[in-house]
C-alpha cells in the first residue's frame, strides 16, 4: 500500500467530546494535525481535553449535524481556517437497545437523524471542497452491526446498514476526484456507548421480549470491559488515512471480525441455498 501526504493533515471529526471522536482528537493533536471538531457542546469537548491543548491547531464547533445550514457553516469555517481538508469523520452516533415493536416513531426519526442525515448533511458539504481539491479522504465509522443484525439492535443496525450503503455508492461516486473512502466497522470499544449517557432504552417496554430484556441487561453490565481499545481504534484509522489504497471496509476488533465472518459464511450459504430457483423469474433468453 502506498502512503499519501497526510500526516496527519487537516481533519473535520464529528462526535468528538467522547469516545473515539474524542480520542481521534487527542492522537491528532499530539501528532501535530489540525483538527475541526463538531460536538453538541464545544465546552464539554475542550474540559474533556483539559490543559495544554493547542488551541491554534483546534477549531471546536457546536454543531447539530441534522441541520444543514450549521452544517455548511461549521464546513467554511474550517477551511476558512486551516485552508483545506485532508479527512473527515463522520463519527457521531448513539446506541438504542428495544424489540423493534418498542419504539416510538420518534425512537427512529432521531436515530435515522443523526446516523443518515447528519452524516448527509456532512457529505454534502465537505465533498465539493474535495473534489475541487481533487484530493482528501472520508471516513464513516459504521459497526459491524451495519454489516450483520442481532435482535434488539434492529434500530441502530437500520442506520448503520443505510450509512453501509450510501458509503458504498459513494467511493464509485467520488474516485474519479482522488476522493478515498473508508467504511470503519468497530467491534465492542471501552468507551462510554453502553452507558447512560450514549445508550437510550425505549420509554415503554413489552412483556413479550425477555430475550431482549436479557440482552439489555447484559449490555449494561458489559460496559467498562469491552474487547476493543479506543486508543488502538484511533491510531488504526489515522494509519488508514495515510494509505492512498486498502480495502473499502476497516473491520476493528477480533470481536467484529467474528461476527463479519459468520454473517459473510451465512450469506454464502442462503446464496447457494437459492441459487437453482433465483433464474425462474427471469425473461427467457431470446
Known sequence: MSSTAVSPGTWFVTGTSRGLGLELVR????????????????????????????????????????DEAQVKDAVGRAVERFGRLDVVVNNAGYGFLAALEETSDKDVRDMLDVQVVGVWNVLRAVVPVLREQRGGRIINVSSVLGLTAVPGWALYCAGKFALE????????????????????EPGYL???????????LPAETSTHYPAVRAMVDDHIKLQGHQLGDPAKAAGAIIRRARLDDGPLRQLLGSDAHAYATAKVDALRANLDATAADAPATDFPAA
Open 27 to 66: 492522537q491528532l493533536l499530539a501528532q501535530g494535525g489540525n483538527v475541526a471538531a463538531t460536538t453538541r457542546s464545544a465546552e464539554r469537548l475542550t474540559a474533556a481535553l483539559g490543559e495544554g491543548v493547542d488551541t491554534g491547531r483546534l477549531l471546536p464547533l457546536t454543531v447539530d449535524l441534522t
Open 165 to 184: 450503503g450510501l458509503t458504498e455508492a459513494l467511493a464509485a461516486e467520488v474516485e474519479g476526484f482522488g476522493i478515498k473512502v473508508t467504511i470503519v
Open 190 to 200: 471501552r468507551t462510554s456507548f453502553l452507558a447512560s449517557d450514549s445508550l437510550a
